[in-house]
Nanobody, 122 residues
Framework: EVQLEESGGGSVQAGGSLRLSCEASGFTFDDYAIGWFRQTPKGREGISCIDRYNKITYLDDSTQGRFTISRDSAKNTVYLQLSALKPEDTSVYYC????????????????WGQGTQVTVSS
C-alpha cells in the first residue's frame, strides 16, 4: 500500500521555524519526485519539489529563500524546512509523489499524504 505521511506541523509565532517530514512507503522511493504543497483559498499551491536526481524545482517564488526542501533516501523521507514564518503561511501542508521528475501542476502528482497543519500567529 502506497503511503505518504506528513508530520512536524504545529503552532508557532511569526518568525519561527518548523521542519516538516514526509515519510514514504509502498513504492520505490528513489524512482520518485516528491513535492510539497499547501492549501490556499485559491486552491492547492506548489512550494517546491525534489526529484529522483536530487534536483530541486521551486514551484512558488514567494517561499523560495525561506523554505528548503531536502531528501534522505536512507529514511525514505523528504523534509521541508520552514523558516521566517509569516501568518500568511498558515495552511495545511501536503506532500505528493510522481515518477521521476518534478512537474508544476499539482494534478500531475500521483500519490498524496493527508496533510499536516501549520499555524503561524502574529
Amino acid at each position: 500500500e502506497v503511503q505518504l505521511e506528513e508530520s512536524g506541523g504545529g503552532s508557532v509565532q511569526a518568525g519561527g521555524s518548523l521542519r516538516l517530514s514526509c515519510e514514504a512507503s509502498g513504492f520505490t522511493f528513489d524512482d520518485y519526485a516528491i513535492g510539497w504543497f499547501r492549501q490556499t483559498p485559491k486552491g492547492r499551491e506548489g512550494i517546491s519539489c525534489i526529484d529522483r536526481y536530487n534536483k530541486i524545482t521551486y514551484l512558488d517564488d514567494s517561499t523560495q529563500g525561506r523554505f528548503t526542501i531536502s531528501r534522505d533516501s536512507a529514511k525514505n523521507t523528504v523534509y521541508l524546512q520552514l523558516s521566517a514564518l509569516k501568518p500568511e503561511d498558515t495552511s495545511v501542508y501536503y506532500c505528493a509523489a510522481l515518477v521521476s521528475v518534478c512537474r508544476l501542476g499539482y494534478y500531475e502528482y500521483e500519490y498524496w499524504g493527508q496533510g499536516t497543519q501549520v499555524t503561524v500567529s502574529s
